[in-house]
C-alpha cells in the first residue's frame, strides 16, 4: 500500500471509489468499506430472508419489497458505522497488521474524531429509516447496537469474536421478520441461530488470512482456535446453519421447493470447503466473498417458494 494515494491493502483494485469518488469523500469511504462490498451484502441477505420467511407464513401479505429495499440502505449504513467504530476502536492493532495497517485511521487519512463525526452520521441516518417500520422492529434495531458496540473488544478476551459478530451480522433474520409481524416466533428465531453459525463459519475463513499477525500481536480467533482442524470445525458449523435453515422454512410454512433450491446453497458451503487452501494468497478471501451467492440462493428460494 502506498499511503500516498491511501489505497486500502485488501480492497480490489481499481474499485468504484478509488476511481470515482472525490478525493476528499475517499478516506470516509474506506472506513465505511464501501471500496469492498461484500460486506454490506453480508449484512443485508439476513434481512431479506427475514422478509421472505414472513411471506412464507403471511402469504396473503406477500413479499415487501419496500421494506426491503429500506433495509438494503439501512444495511450499507449500519456496515458503515460498525466498521467506523471497529477501526476506531482497533487503531493501535490495525498499526500492527500488515493487512490493515493501510486503513484510513492508522495510515493517517482521517483522524479517531473524524471517524467518529463521520460514525455518528451514518448511525443518525440509518435511525431515520429503522423509524419507517413498526415499534416492536424499532426496539428490536436498537436493542441490537449492543451487539455492535461490543464485538470489536472480543478478539481481546475471547477465543470466539465470530461468535459475537454472528450475533450482530444475523440480526437482520429478526428485524426482517419483526418488520413484517410485529413480534417473533419460533420461525425466525431458528432462522437467526442458522445465520449466527454460517456467520461463525465464513468469518473463520476469513480469518485465517491473519492467523499470523494475529498471533504475534495476541488477537485470538476461531481459525486460530481451530487451526488445522479448520476445515472440519466451518463443516460442522456450516452444516448446522443448513439445518436450521430448513427446519425454519419448515416452520413458517414451506414446502418441497425451499429445500430443493437450498441445496444449491449447501454446495456452495462445500464448495468453499472443498478448494480451501489457506496457504495460497486470495484462496480464504474468494471462499469467504462466495458467502454472497449462498445469500442470493436462499433469497430465491424463499422468494420461490412462495410464488409457488
Not at 441477505?45 to 438494503?72: D, K, N, R, V, Y
Not at 460498525?82 to 477501526?87: K, L, Q, R, S
Not at 488445522?228 to 421447493?257: D, E, H, M, T
Amino acid at each position: 500500500m502506498s499511503q500516498s494515494n491511501g489505497i486500502v491493502s485488501d480492497a480490489q483494485r481499481a474499485n468504484w471509489l478509488d476511481r470515482y469518488a472525490p478525493e476528499a469523500i475517499k478516506p470516509y469511504g474506506r472506513l465505511a468499506r464501501w471500496d469492498r462490498p461484500i460486506g454490506f451484502w453480508l449484512l443485508y441477505w439476513p434481512c431479506a430472508w427475514g422478509i421472505g420467511l414472513a411471506a412464507l407464513a403471511q402469504p396473503e401479505s406477500g413479499f415487501h419489497w419496500w421494506a426491503a429495499i429500506l433495509m438494503f440502505f439501512g444495511a450499507v449504513l449500519m456496515r458503515g458505522a460498525g466498521c467506523t467504530f471497529n477501526d476506531i476502536v482497533d487503531r493501535d492493532i490495525d498499526m500492527q497488521v500488515a493487512r490493515t495497517r493501510s486503513r484510513p485511521i492508522p495510515s493517517g487519512q482521517v483522524t479517531a474524531r473524524e471517524a467518529l463525526y463521520f460514525l455518528l452520521a451514518q448511525a443518525l441516518l440509518a435511525s431515520a429509516i429503522l423509524f419507517q417500520f413498526n415499534r416492536f422492529t424499532v426496539w428490536a434495531g436498537v436493542a441490537s447496537l449492543v451487539l455492535v458496540a461490543i464485538y470489536p473488544f472480543m478478539k481481546r478476551v475471547t477465543w470466539w469474536p465470530q461468535f459475537f459478530l454472528g450475533l450482530a451480522f444475523s440480526y437482520g433474520a429478526l428485524v426482517g421478520w419483526t418488520s413484517q409481524t410485529g413480534g417473533l416466533a419460533w420461525a425466525p428465531v431458528m432462522l437467526y441461530a442458522g445465520t449466527i453459525l454460517w456467520v461463525i463459519g465464513y468469518d473463520t475463513i476469513y480469518a485465517l488470512q491473519d492467523v499470523e499477525d494475529d498471533a504475534l500481536v495476541g488477537v485470538k480467533s476461531t481459525a486460530r482456535l481451530f487451526g488445522k482442524n479448520v476445515r472440519p470445525a466451518v463443516a460442522v458449523l456450516y452444516a448446522g446453519a443448513f439445518l436450521l435453515w430448513n427446519i425454519a422454512a419448515i416452520s413458517a410454512g414451506s414446502g418441497w421447493l425451499f429445500s430443493a433450491l437450498s441445496l444449491i446453497a449447501a454446495g456452495l458451503l462445500a464448495w468453499q470447503l472443498w478448494t480451501l487452501d489457506p496457504d495460497m494468497a486470495d484462496n480464504a478471501l474468494i471462499r469467504f466473498k462466495n458467502n454472497h451467492y449462498v445469500g442470493i440462493v436462499l433469497t430465491l428460494a424463499f422468494l420461490a417458494d412462495w410464488v409457488w
